[in-house]
């Protein structure tokens, strides 16, 4: 009953901030990722057994699956970057948190996340100053510049900002 009591009370905010668009993006990033290895894999084992039956057929591989999949798998690993702050489940090293008590341990988190606060800042400056320059590049075997891979930079530091302040925010009303 108090789920449901917690759940109306939500700001419009809190509401936004709830919905998973970074795990929904990542796992659209997933399956495409799934899906284009998938297509390499057969290609190539078509080629193969068209060789191997003497088959004279000419037939490439497609060349584009190769980059199609690192592009994937680098907005995949970026855009799950802020859902991960959200819940707080980056790799901590909690070794001193048995020692200290409850109240101090949410004060050096809440000090350590500021400072994280700054380096996303700084991060995702240097990520837009990145995907303009990525404007003026294109890769090898894909029909649009290289702005659209290093946008996922961009993105995911803007929703592990968002997260982040959230979080922080959190942590003050959390402090006895």
């Known amino acids: 009953m108090d789920d449901i009591k917690t759940k109306t009370n939500e700001s419009f905010i809190e509401k936004i901030l709830n919905i998973p668009v970074e795990i929904t993006l990542g796992a659209i990033f997933f399956i495409s990722l799934f899906f284009i290895v998938l297509l390499q894999i057969f290609s190539r084992e078509l080629i193969y057994l068209i060789h191997f039956l003497n088959i004279p057929i000419k037939i490439a591989s497609?060349?584009?699956?190769?980059?199609?999949a690192r592009w994937s798998w680098v907005w995949l690993v970026f855009i799950?970057?802020?859902?991960?702050?959200?819940?707080?489940?980056h790799l901590k090293v909690v070794f001193f948190s048995?020692?200290?008590?409850?109240r101090t341990m949410k004060i050096i988190n809440i000090v350590l996340d500021?400072?994280?606060?700054?380096?996303?800042i700084f991060l995702l400056r240097l990520s837009i100053l990145q995907t303009i320059k990525g404007a003026g590049m294109t890769p090898v075997t894909l029909p649009f510049s290289d702005m659209w891979l290093y946008l996922s930079l961009t993105i995911a530091f803007i929703f592990a900002l968002i997260r982040l302040v959230c979080r922080i925010i959190d942590s003050f009303k959390t402090i006895k």
């Open 62 to 68: 497609p060349v584009w699956t190769e980059e199609a």
């Open 114 to 120: 500021i400072l994280y606060l700054f380096i996303i």
């Open 98 to 102: 048995a020692m200290l008590s409850e």
């Open 80 to 89: 799950t970057l802020g859902a991960l702050e959200k819940g707080g489940t």
